[in-house]
């Protein structure tokens, strides 16, 4: 039983789908037997069933009532097939409109999308296990997983989940055998647009869920009204930026990053998401010795490119260790330690970072104007979050404007761009992809990850302390004999 | 002292033995009712159908009724064994789980029906392909021999507003449930296994051996495609198969 009394404020509604409810009154239009399309009968051996169409007659009749191209009529065909409202009878996995004579029919209103009623997990379980009775066991693999997952989940339920599929199947052999097919294929077509199989595309994928019912009707009280009022005037007083500068920035952008971002560009080997192989994600983690080619090219476009990169912040801390300005870095990342970190730890962070970056004679003294200095020291008096925003801004700035060029031209990353790798993409076949699905490793333990970065900040700072003479003349290390 | 005894033990499995009737019955009444509610807006939508629909949820209500009353009598009696309590909450979980389907059911039927009016010149029911009757389910759902339609002309409208109340009454009625009983229902174990579904039905019968029949023969003409709607593999000819 669901619980209906629970107040969580969680996100629990779909977005509104706007096209449905337009699309729905085109449909009753087309499937109307006088103006819509022509229906024939479909003659499975002995049993005749009607109201069957042709893709062609489909893409016809759409290209005269909207007057479009056959390419628009093709694409808008392709929709209410993955919509759901027609279904293809003989590949009925492929949910698009192919525009010759492959055969289609309309699907009972039961069974369009709504958006008030997505299908629901338990209606699914039902329908599993109906499947199982008729198939006799032999589910499809993607619909065996389902049903032991939503064994395991549903445990709860399952008795009523087998009653019910046991009285579904008692009465749906109550019907003459034409309308038992059509049943068959219509409730199947339903689940496949709406538990699509491995690696289809969906037409029901929406982003979030929301907060709000977009069904339930807004009430205009009066202090919703104020306060929409009071929203309008403090947008009207901000200052905006012109479109066409905005755009042109906009645009930059992406012609810049179109190589690098994964929808408009197949990454290569493979893209993860999509292959199941996560060769892509250990070419270009923090640990590899020898980076991509595409990274190498995006830390060029911008300093920040290359700090966020975590094997480019590999690249530039090498970089700073050959010029001996490590300092510079070290204490960029102590900062974002602090301000990102536990608020419990800031007074032990702040003492620490005084002590090692800040303080007059420190073993990493950072080297910035006395003005800012001034005002970090003073802050640090009582530390919070974000008294060392000024300090990391300008050494931000200087690392950007001087650092970054001097790597850019320096051998450490000429000689990374020559080795850096192409990777060949990956040509998987079916199966190949099946065992990658079943291949999945959890990966590195992000425990393990940050306890190997701890140690590596500890060497650093061990060898970034100023030699003491005293210790190496005790130990005779300067000693030249 | 034994007799006393004997009497309420025989007294609770009386109990017990109605219970599970009156689930059994609301359970099958719940599924001929999406039947039902699935042709609803198609081309076998009808003036019987909506009266079908409108006797099978009545039936559904009686149900819903008497079995709450059993099932709530039989969860109040602080005298009930561990055991016992916990098939109780077991049925409770079959029982809310019911009412919960019928009361969607109910949503979308009223939604569909009024989409789909049958009173209006032209009827715009959509050409699905069925065009067979529903009336042996609803007969099944009713649990008589024939069905008799006795209703006016104007049922899509009256209905209608019946449905609405009807609707607000279970939702009422469900509310309620959840506050006075005091159920987990994610407590509840259940009995079935995976597969559980494929031993119980079945059974040898005139169905099952005419719907192989007529299979055999659309295997010899199936276009090869493996997962054609009515084809049940040829080499199983025995009810029951090995299981998963």
Known sequence: MTIRTLRDYGQHYRPRMACLKNVEVFVVEMQDPKSGVKGADQKLNV?????????????????????????????????????????????????VLVPDSTLYRFQTPYFWPVQKWPAEDIDYAIYLARRNIRKKGMLEPYEQQHYDNLHKWMNPKWDFIVMQATEQYKANKERKKPDRVVLDCQERAYWIVHRP?????????????????????????????????????????????KSSMSLTAFVKFVTTHHNHDPFLTTPV????????????????????????KLSVERWVLSFWELISDPRGRVDFKLFLKKEHSAENMAFYEAAEEMRWGAA???????????????????????????????????????????????????????????TFYRYLKSPVHKDMQKRALVPAPHVFTDAQLEANVRNRNPGVSPILQWQQEEEEKAAAAVAARPIDVKAMVATNKLDRK | MDGVLLSKLKNQIKKDSECKTMLDALNKVTACYRHLVIALGSTSDSQNLREELKKTRKKAQELAVANRNKLTELLKDKTTSKDDRAEYERLWVLFT??????????????????EFPLKVPTRHLIQTGMTGSTTTVAA??????????????????????????????????????????????????????AGAELKSTLSVGNSSVGVISICEEDARSCPGDENCCVCIPNGTDSPYSPLL
Do not use: C
Not at chain 1, 269 to 291: A, G, H, K, M, Y
């Open chain 1, 47 to 95: 049993t005749i069933i009607p109201h069957v169409i042709n893709g062609q007659d489909i893409l016809a009749w759409i290209v005269t009532k909207m007057k479009v191209t056959t390419e628009e009529a093709q694409a808008f065909g392709t929709m209410l097939v993955a919509y759901g409202y027609i279904y293809p009878l003989q590949n009925h996995r492929k949910l």
């Open chain 1, 197 to 241: 199989p491995r690696r289809t595309h969906s037409a029901m994928d929406y982003g979030l869920d929301r907060l709000i019912d977009p069904n339930a009707e807004e009430v205009l009280t009066f202090d919703v009204v104020r306060r929409t009022n009071i929203f309008l005037t403090q947008a009207l007083m901000r200052s905006a930026v």
């Open chain 1, 269 to 292: 080997p493979s893209n993860p998401w999509i292959t199941d192989s996560d060769e892509f994600w250990q070419l270009n983690s923090r640990s590899v010795d020898i980076p991509t």
């Open chain 1, 344 to 402: 419990s730890a800031i007074p032990e962070k702040s003492q620490f970072i005084f002590n090692t970056f800040l303080k007059p004679g420190a073993p990493r003294w950072i080297n910035i104007d006395g003005r800012t200095m001034g005002l970090t020291v003073k802050g640090l008096v009582v530390p919070h979050r974000y008294v060392l925003d000024a300090a990391q801004t300008h050494i931000f700035l200087l690392m950007k404007k001087d």
């Open chain 2, 97 to 114: 789980s019911s009412m919960e389907l019928l009361e969607v059911d109910m949503k979308r039927s009223l939604e569909i029906g009024q």
């Open chain 2, 140 to 193: 099944r759902a009713m649990s008589v021999q024939n069905m008799k339609y006795d209703a006016d002309s104007n049922i899509d409208t009256a209905d209608l507003k019946e449905l609405q109340a009807e609707i607000t009454q279970v939702g009422q009625m469900m509310e309620e449930m959840e506050m006075k009983v005091q159920v987990a229902p994610w407590a509840v174990e259940a009995k079935q296994e």
